[in-house]
């Protein structure tokens, strides 16, 4: 009667756990998740600071209370996309609002450090770019932390949960991109205009535009006409409309565009391949006047892709990128004897410089 008695106490207690853990088993695994999203969250703010404090190293001065409390407000920049529920006339809604936001980096960087030569100011202006772009993902992700510890929502903590060691990874690049563009170094993506640069050698270069750069030059029994960003300071060219006006007047052959690409998952860094189409990343202004210029004269549009991890093209170029260099001119060659005699190839560097 005695080991009856047990078993059926033992059994209620079992019943009970359960039944107390099945009511309180989301909030357990919310206090759970909370535990590591927290952490995580304040490594990123700690890194957003971090990034803030490199691209201040780079001022000729150190910031005055003033100036610190202009950075401070700087940081908290937006831009605020335009209407696209008519699509007719996005792009140029785009290239204005990419206009004005660079023009309003431009002021800042003059009105915080004014004795910087302008390849220094270009400097600056990625390294600011890098560092708002960090803070806003810890902000983001600051938010749905909050968010999650009101509403106690075990959902959402889970999908934060999900995608926070691709947050991570970003933010790390992010991070280590920053110091690199404050600081003047190549990144992954400056692959493009080097391939660029190294095709132009010591031929004599002339300035496009206040960021891009073009060269005239023979090679192989063709003329042509090579565009790439203005260095040595980071900037990412006006490729597009630079083409958009040459055309007007230069009877153009083809176009070759150079360009980093994001590989996938098992793919090798440093990997070449060519391609189809106008390979160009960002929001798609300068790609659409090439698109533009290329389908209203039918010409050909080949491309060469040298491949990385997102993250690797805002890091520090990485031997296997630069290694990539011969290859990309060996395809280049072949690409080059495919295009018909005449007319002029415009060969385009594709990326920050």
């Known amino acids: 009667m005695a080991l009856i008695n047990t078993d059926f106490w033992s059994q209620m207690l079992n019943f009970t756990f ?188 002339q300035v496009a535009d206040e960021e891009t750069v073009i060269c005239r030059k023979t090679h192989k029994g063709r003329d042509f006409i090579v565009l790439k960003a203005k260095g040595p300071g980071g900037r990412t060219g006006n490729e597009g409309r630079v083409l958009d006006a040459l055309a007007k007047k230069e009877k153009i052959a083809a176009i070759i565009t150079m360009d980093a690409a994001a590989k996938l998952e098992g793919e090798k860094t440093g990997s070449v391949a060519e391609g189809i189409g106008i390979a160009m990343g960002g929001i798609g202004v300068e790609r659409s006047y090439i698109e533009n210029v290329a389908v209203s004269r039918k010409l050909p549009m080949d491309n060469i892709i040298v491949k990385m991890g997102a993250e690797e093209a805002i890091m520090p170029m990485r031997s296997e990128i630069i290694d990539a260099a011969p290859k990309v001119f060996e395809l280049l060659d072949e690409i080059i004897e495919r295009q018909p005699k005449g007319g002029k190839i415009v060969l385009i560097g594709v990326g920050n410089t």
């Open 18 to 205: 359960f039944i107390v853990f099945m009511l309180f088993y989301s909030r357990i695994m919310v206090t759970q998740i909370m535990f590591k999203l927290e952490k995580s969250t304040v490594m990123m703010e700690g890194m957003a600071n971090g990034a803030q404090k490199m691209v201040l190293k780079t001022l000729k001065k150190k910031p005055d209370e003033k100036t610190s409390k202009t950075i401070r407000r700087f940081m908290e920049m937006f831009v605020i996309p335009p209407v696209d529920l008519d699509p007719y006339g996005i792009v140029k809604k785009f290239e204005h609002l990419m206009d004005l936001e660079k023009d309003r980096f431009k002021y800042f960087v003059n009105q915080v450090s004014p004795e910087m030569n302008e390849e220094e100011k270009a400097n600056l202006m990625m390294g600011f770019s890098g560092a708002i772009a960090l803070y806003t993902l810890a902000k983001i992700l600051r938010h749905y932390v909050e968010l999650i510890k009101k509403t106690k929502s075990y959902n959402l903590a889970l999908i934060i949960q999900m995608e926070l060691p691709l947050i991570e990874r970003y933010a790390k690049a992010y991070y280590s991109g920053t110091e690199a563009l404050a600081n003047g170094w190549a990144i992954g993506d400056s692959i493009g205009p080097y391939v660029a640069a190294s095709f132009i050698g010591s031929d004599k270069i």
